[in-house]
């Protein structure tokens, strides 16, 4: 006698366009069809006024048959939560939420990003909604802790969220120079950057810098590029992901100086994942990101970044294979694998 297969909704907000938490999102519909026990549906509720992206639409069909692109409290979402026996939110959305536990659903929820503590109604109706959770995840300590401050719930864990890590090892010897991965835009630390490489005078030829990503900073970032008279810089824009690849591995060094109270920071374990460690940045999730191999500096403080990457440039070549090495095996006990989600969705 065959068991009926449990059915499983993968849902979350979105902006339209293909981000972090929709990579996860896609991960884990993935990952869910291929078990036997499980039929899933994979929802992407649309912010006020949003619009679906062809990219993220090819890349969730390309995992799923049953892929929706929702708006908020319509009838096709309450029809997806109606047939769903459990659900796997992504952040808090309330009417979401609140109607899984109405209709007795399970709900399993993964928090993404750090509380917001104004008083008004969203941040009230948030603060419930994770409450209301079966079980909750959030994907650093840092974010764990804005959510429950103090004393944790038995209900919840922290580990973080990430999706098809870049693999590969690149021979350290032949690894040259800094590398920042990221939306041009304010506080992502892209200024800092720059100012500090040029403090330190380091010899691009033997200590390159490679921008890449593009978004609304770039008049002021080329600016500054001319102002420092740093004509070497390189930065390609946003590059494929065999191009990411190829520039992360054979980088010496990841930077990610952000000072936004980091939710958590995937660049650096995209870098851990082929050995390459980082500076980041005391700010939010980034040292958990980072890992026990990162070097840490002040978010915001130039000389402190700069003193930072001129420790990376004097380093023995035996003290920095040693990093190399810790970053990527540090990544099996920060990691959980996917079928961690499977038991979870079981027990």
């Given at each position: 006698?065959?068991?009926?297969?449990?059915?499983?909704?993968?849902?979350?907000?979105?902006?339209?366009?293909?981000?972090?938490?929709?990579?996860?999102?896609?991960?884990?519909?993935?990952?869910?069809?291929?078990?036997?026990?499980?039929?899933?549906?994979?929802?992407?509720?649309?912010?006020?006024?949003?619009?679906?992206?062809?990219?993220?639409?090819?890349?969730?069909?390309?995992?799923?048959?049953?892929?929706?692109?929702?708006?908020?409290?319509?009838?096709?979402?309450?029809?997806?939560?109606?047939?769903?026996?459990?659900?796997?939110?992504?952040?808090?959305?309330?009417?979401?939420?609140?109607?899984?536990?109405?209709?007795?659903?399970?709900?399993?929820?993964?928090?993404?990003?750090?509380?917001?503590?104004?008083?008004?109604?969203?941040?009230?109706?948030?603060?419930?909604?994770?409450?209301?959770?079966?079980?909750?995840?959030?994907?650093?300590?840092?974010?764990?802790?804005?959510?429950?401050?103090?004393?944790?719930?038995?209900?919840?864990?922290?580990?973080?969220?990430?999706?098809?890590?870049?693999?590969?090892?690149?021979?350290?010897?032949?690894?040259?120079?800094?590398?920042?991965?990221?939306r041009w835009i304010n506080n992502k630390g892209i200024e800092e950057i720059l100012k500090a490489y040029a403090q330190n005078k380091f010899d691009s030829s033997e200590w390159p810098l490679t921008i890449l990503g593009d978004g609304p900073l770039r008049p002021q970032v080329e600016?500054?590029?001319?102002?420092?008279?740093?004509?070497?810089?390189?930065?390609?824009?946003f590059v494929d992901v065999d191009a990411k690849k190829k520039y992360l591995t054979s980088a010496k060094w990841l930077l990610a100086p952000a000072n936004t109270k980091e939710d958590l920071g995937l660049t650096p374990i995209e870098a851990r994942s082929v050995g390459v460690p980082?500076?980041?940045?005391?700010?939010?999730?980034?040292?958990?990101?980072?890992?026990?191999?990162?070097?840490?500096?002040?978010?915001?403080?130039?000389?402190?970044?700069?003193?930072?990457?001129?420790?990376?440039?004097?380093?023995?070549?035996?003290?920095?294979?040693?990093?190399?090495?810790?970053?990527?095996?540090?990544?099996?006990?920060?990691?959980?694998?996917?079928?961690?989600?499977?038991?979870?969705?079981?027990?």
């Amino acid at each position: 006698m065959t068991l009926a297969r449990k059915k499983l909704l993968v849902v979350g907000s979105t902006l339209g366009c293909y981000g972090g938490m929709e990579a996860f999102m896609i991960t884990v519909a993935e990952a869910a069809g291929n078990w036997p026990e499980y039929e899933v549906r994979l929802c992407f509720k649309l912010v006020n006024g949003q619009q679906e992206e062809p990219n993220l639409v090819k890349a969730a069909n390309a995992v799923c048959e049953h892929v929706s692109f929702v708006k908020s409290n319509s009838k096709e979402l309450f029809r997806l939560i109606k047939w769903a026996d459990a659900l796997h939110v992504q952040n808090t959305p309330p009417d979401v939420i609140f109607l899984a536990r109405a209709l007795s659903k399970k709900v399993f929820l993964t928090v993404h990003n750090w509380r917001r503590t104004d008083l008004g109604l969203h941040s009230l109706l948030w603060k419930f909604s994770v409450k209301l959770a079966h079980r909750r995840w959030f994907n650093s300590k840092f974010v764990w802790e804005t959510w429950e401050p103090g004393k944790k719930s038995m209900r919840s864990d922290a580990f973080p969220t990430v999706s098809n890590l870049p693999e590969g090892w690149h021979p350290p010897e032949l690894r040259k120079g800094f590398l920042f991965i990221g939306r041009w835009i304010n506080n992502k630390g892209i200024e800092e950057i720059l100012k500090a490489y040029a403090q330190n005078k380091f010899d691009s030829s033997e200590w390159p810098l490679t921008i890449l990503g593009d978004g609304p900073l770039r008049p002021q970032v080329e600016e500054l590029i001319r102002e420092l008279g740093l004509d070497d810089i390189i930065t390609p824009g946003f590059v494929d992901v065999d191009a990411k690849k190829k520039y992360l591995t054979s980088a010496k060094w990841l930077l990610a100086p952000a000072n936004t109270k980091e939710d958590l920071g995937l660049t650096p374990i995209e870098a851990r994942s082929v050995g390459v460690p980082s500076i980041v940045t005391r700010d939010g999730g980034l040292p958990e990101a980072g890992g026990p191999s990162a070097i840490i500096a002040e978010p915001g403080n130039v000389n402190d970044l700069a003193k930072c990457m001129k420790l990376a440039t004097e380093m023995k070549e035996t003290d920095y294979l040693k990093r190399s090495r810790l970053a990527k095996s540090s990544l099996t006990d920060f990691l959980r694998p996917l079928e961690f989600y499977r038991e979870a969705y079981q027990n």
